[in-house]
């Protein structure tokens, strides 16, 4: 199973980016997908994810500015970020739960500077 994660970059303030990630290979008995974010020297933690049931869950610092959604595939995941704020500057990390396994993408950089 590979994840490839597209969509981070710089933005400013205020701004939106939107991340994708897609899942390949043997995808089977998914869970859930979701993101996370690693601030440098730190662990990651939860943005979002959605079950494979369709309920979605998100950090208080990200609800009602941040959604996640997924195509009719159900493999590949999409995070709407907006309303950035400087604190959303992370890596981004997509993850795939299995009933074989979990797996990470490779991470993307979001920057909110001005």
């Known amino acids: 199973v590979q994840l490839q994660a597209s969509g981070g970059g710089s933005v400013q303030p205020g701004g939106s980016l939107r991340l994708s990630c897609a899942a390949s290979?043997?995808?089977?008995?998914?869970?859930?997908m979701g993101w996370f974010r690693q601030y440098p020297g730190k662990q990651r933690e939860l943005v979002a994810v959605?079950?494979?049931?369709?309920?979605?869950q998100y950090a208080d610092s990200v609800k009602g500015r941040f959604s996640i959604s997924r195509d009719n595939a159900k493999t590949t995941v999409y995070l709407q970020m907006d309303s950035l704020k400087p604190e959303d500057t992370a890596v981004y990390y997509c993850?795939?739960?299995?009933?074989?396994?979990?797996?990470w993408g490779q991470g993307t950089l979001v920057t909110v500077s001005s």
């Open positions: 993850n795939l739960d299995t009933f074989l396994g979990t797996y």
């Open positions: 959605i079950t494979s049931g369709g309920s979605t």
């Open positions: 290979g043997r995808v089977y008995s998914i869970n859930a």
